[in-house]
């Protein structure tokens, strides 16, 4: 079939002419309209692309508005900071270099505040040990003769920028004061090598650090009175958000391993749920650590004062990473292809189910603690049910060895049955054993995150609950414990009759 078939369907319409011969009435396809569909397919796969990338970006600024005002916040400071560029007293006032000033404003300004304030603090501080710095070799330099000039200032510009560099591998310098140093080397370097052909140094260097503190200055301005965000409070944010998700995936992991025969809906099993919980924690490292050096750069503000423990929420992390690990070991044995009998699973279900439970109300109120910045009332009561539902977990898997197999276990056995029987039994329990004890090791590093928890709010000074709400978990504690006393009297009488 041809090209001219193909475009009518298969079917191609002939005129017969007076010499026999034919001629097919469908035109044929020139060059330029072959170029011209080639060129109408590139449009519009262009436009379609360019569709795609509006709708995202259009997704992006309506899941976080704060993106949009943070780029107006960056547009309005460049247009101010550009008057120092057309107004003529300001420019004649610094010269040629007002353009740093919008340079500054581009590279220093940030998201947060901390952010901000850090790259800001660390690009002034840096240009002007920098400035003195190049002054004083250039002094050296000028009084060694003009023989030695220049040999001094290669030789400083070597030691110096090979000493700052050296610094940036250094944790404690690279966390805070990075920029500080790749500042330094740029205007040391910049200021030393320059003076050795301008005459006006000082007049230069005065210019340019004039124009980076007008720069930051307006960034530090702009960043804490228009819509401020704060980097304390995103990571105290962040910090309630990952307890949350990892009490729903402790929770989801249990569930849905006990799910017998799938009776859970599937509203109910929420598979994504124990999933994406834990590995947002396992995945936060690195946000919280920068976080935590950019608050601890920012003034009071609001809930937080100056010397808020910003570095106790690292060991907060580290707590939750660790025991966001012991769930993912649990929901390897959710997925492993080695399961337990569903009669012991059955048996141990509702204690398993229990102990989840408890746990993740207890990272719940943890995360309450650090959402509201107060002490809790009830955080000792969860814990100590926590404490409870494991102990009575540890003593149902002590009775297991009484549900494998009844029957077998009354038939005498020989050495034959004991080598083929005894294995079965461990197959059956190991799956059960694994589960357990993750478990029990989950509550185990639960407190480890209540231990932090309580240790941020004695630094941090948190207040306790209100009254009312003290008052209200009191008496839920009030009305479980004679429930549980009168359980343990009708225990007691139900032996005094045995």
């Known amino acids: 079939m041809t090209r001219q078939e193909k475009e009518t369907g298969g079917v191609e319409w002939r005129i017969t002419l007076g010499d026999g011969s034919s001629k097919s009435l469908v035109p044929e396809t020139?060059?330029?309209?072959?170029?011209?569909?080639?060129?109408?397919?590139?449009?519009?796969?262009?436009?379609?692309?360019?569709?795609?990338?509006?709708?995202?970006?259009?997704?992006?600024?309506?899941?976080?508005?704060?993106?949009?005002?943070?780029?107006?916040?960056?547009?309005?400071?460049?247009?101010?900071?550009?008057?120092?560029?057309?107004?003529?007293?300001l420019y004649e006032g610094v010269g040629g270099n007002a353009m740093w000033a919008i340079m500054t404003v581009v590279v220093v300004f940030e998201n947060t505040v901390g952010a901000t304030i850090s790259k800001s603090l660390n690009r002034v501080f840096g240009t002007t040990l920098a400035g003195f710095l190049a002054f004083g070799v250039h002094w050296v330099a000028s009084q060694s003769g003009h023989k030695f000039e220049p040999v001094v200032i290669g030789a400083s510009?070597?030691?110096?920028?090979?000493?700052?560099?050296?610094?940036?591998?250094?944790?404690?310098?690279?966390?805070?004061?990075?920029?500080?140093?790749?500042?330094?080397?740029?205007?040391?370097?910049?200021?030393?090598?320059?003076?050795?052909?301008?005459?006006?140094?000082?007049?230069?260097?005065?210019?340019?650090?004039?124009?980076?503190?007008?720069?930051?200055?307006?960034?530090?301005?702009?960043?804490?009175?228009?819509?401020?965000?704060?980097a304390g409070q995103e990571l105290n944010a962040l910090i309630s958000r990952n307890m949350d998700k990892l009490a729903d995936s402790l929770d989801g992991c249990v569930e849905e391993y006990f799910d017998h025969n799938g009776?859970?809906?599937?509203?109910?099993?929420?598979?994504?749920?124990?999933?994406?919980?834990?590995?947002?924690?396992?995945?936060?490292?690195?946000?919280?650590?920068?976080?935590?050096?950019?608050?601890?750069?920012?003034?009071?503000?609001?809930?937080?004062?100056?010397?808020?423990?910003?570095?106790?929420y690292l060991k907060i992390g580290a707590s939750m990473r660790s025991c966001a690990y012991s769930i993912e070991a649990l929901n390897n044995c959710v997925d492993s292809e080695n399961q337990a009998p569903e009669s012991?699973?059955?048996?141990?279900?509702?204690?398993?189910?229990?102990?989840?439970?408890?746990?993740?109300?207890?990272?719940?109120?943890?995360?309450?603690?650090i959402k509201t910045l107060k002490k809790s009332s009830s955080i000792d009561f969860l814990v100590e049910e926590m404490s409870d539902a494991v102990q009575d977990l540890q003593n149902e898997i002590k009775s297991l060895p009484n549900l494998l197999r009844p029957?077998?276990?009354?038939?005498?056995?020989?050495?034959?049955?004991?080598?083929t029987t005894s294995p079965i039994y461990l197959l059956e329990v190991i799956p059960?054993?694994?589960?357990?004890?993750?478990?029990?090791?989950?509550?185990?590093?639960?407190?480890?995150?209540?231990?932090?928890?309580?240790?941020?709010?004695?630094?941090?000074?948190?207040?306790?609950?209100?009254?009312?709400?003290?008052?209200?978990?009191?008496?839920?504690?009030?009305?479980?414990?004679?429930?549980?006393?009168?359980?343990?009297?009708?225990?007691?009488?139900?032996?005094?009759?045995v």
């Open 407 to 419: 029957a077998e276990l009354l038939l005498p056995k020989s050495k034959e049955t004991e080598k």
């Open 30 to 89: 020139g060059p330029v309209s072959r170029v011209w569909m080639g060129l109408k397919s590139l449009i519009a796969g262009f436009v379609l692309k360019v569709w795609k990338f509006l709708k995202k970006a259009w997704d992006i600024g309506v899941d976080d508005p704060r993106k949009v005002i943070h780029c107006l916040k960056v547009g309005m400071a460049l247009t101010v900071v550009s008057l120092v560029y057309f107004t003529r007293p």
């Open 157 to 230: 510009v070597f030691l110096l920028a090979s000493a700052a560099t050296f610094s940036r591998f250094i944790p404690s310098v690279k966390a805070r004061f990075d920029y500080g140093a790749l500042i330094f080397i740029l205007t040391f370097s910049l200021v030393a090598v320059s003076g050795y052909r301008v005459e006006e140094l000082f007049d230069l260097a005065h210019q340019r650090l004039s124009t980076i503190i007008i720069g930051t200055f307006l960034c530090v301005l702009v960043t804490m009175l228009i819509c401020p965000i704060w």
């Open 263 to 312: 009776e859970l809906e599937d509203s109910d099993k929420q598979p994504g749920k124990n999933l994406i919980g834990y590995k947002c924690v396992l995945n936060s490292k690195t946000t919280e650590e920068s976080m935590t050096n950019f608050a601890r750069w920012e003034p009071a503000h609001g809930r937080f004062n100056f010397k808020h423990p910003w570095k106790q």
């Open 432 to 497: 059960v054993v694994i589960l357990v004890s993750l478990l029990i090791e989950t509550s185990s590093r639960i407190q480890d995150i209540v231990k932090t928890v309580e240790e941020l709010a004695n630094a941090a000074e948190f207040k306790a609950e209100d009254d009312d709400k003290a008052k209200q978990n009191q008496a839920n504690m009030n009305r479980i414990v004679p429930s549980q006393q009168d359980d343990d009297r009708q225990t007691e009488k139900a032996l005094e009759r």
């Open 344 to 369: 012991i699973k059955k048996h141990l279900s509702n204690i398993c189910l229990k102990v989840s439970s408890n746990s993740s109300c207890v990272i719940k109120e943890l995360a309450k603690t």
